[in-house]
């Protein structure tokens, strides 16, 4: 006899399998992307991003350092401090993601990497949270999108918890704005109800 306990949890697993599938194609799509065309397509995007309203108007910014295979992060976070607005970074300790506040781009320079090799603020450092500073704008890396706003994140629910967080606390929600790459955009992803949709998602074309 089928439950609807037993349905969901087969939809659930059929959902995660296919994330999973979605997540290896693009990532070898990711893979064959020359530094010259990942720089290309990161400069068209970064461009796009000063143009919007969300972005001129913010005095708070979120935004995830990047690693090679995502859209460059380190020139935005320049202008970011260039418009003498507040930047706040992530970083994780097991399954814990907060944002923290980025003081120059000199404080971005000496940030430590992880085994990852990813750039985070020590844990030992003593830096303002951006839950008690308030954010205007959220700008999210992942594996894949959709133009009408759906996210494909590494499948650890970082960004999730932290949305759920942010969006309870503040009034007003933040705008949330995804960057990336021709190849990580597709018709259709596998959502669930934890899942946060985008208000915008940036990419070259």
Not at 122 to 137: P, Q, T, Y
Request: include cysteine; hydrophobic fraction near 35%.
């Amino acid at each position: 006899m089928i439950t609807v306990r037993s349905l969901a949890t087969k939809m659930g697993s059929d959902i995660k399998a296919l994330k999973t599938a979605l997540r290896k194609e693009i990532e070898g799509k990711l893979g064959q992307l020359t530094p010259q065309e990942r720089q290309r397509q990161s400069q068209i995007v970064k461009e796009k991003l000063f143009g919007l309203d969300q972005f001129k108007d913010a005095r708070n910014i979120s935004i995830y350092l990047s690693l090679d295979t995502e859209i460059d992060t380190e020139p935005i976070v320049r202008k970011i401090f260039q418009d003498q607005k507040r930047c706040f970074v992530p970083r994780y300790n097991k399954k814990v993601m907060e944002m923290v506040e980025l003081h120059s781009m000199e404080d971005w320079t000496n940030l430590p990497v992880t085994k990852w090799n990813i750039k985070q603020p020590s844990f030992k450092d003593e830096r303002k949270n951006a839950l008690d500073e308030g954010l205007d704008l959220i700008i999210l890396p992942g594996v894949a999108f959709t133009k009408n706003g759906d996210r494909l994140g590494h499948g650890g629910g970082y960004y999730d918890r932290f949305l759920r967080t942010v969006c309870k606390k503040q009034a007003k929600p933040p705008a949330l704005i995804a960057v990336g790459f021709n190849v990580q955009v597709v018709d259709s992803i596998p959502t669930e109800e934890t899942d946060y949709k985008l208000d915008m998602v940036l990419y070259s074309e």
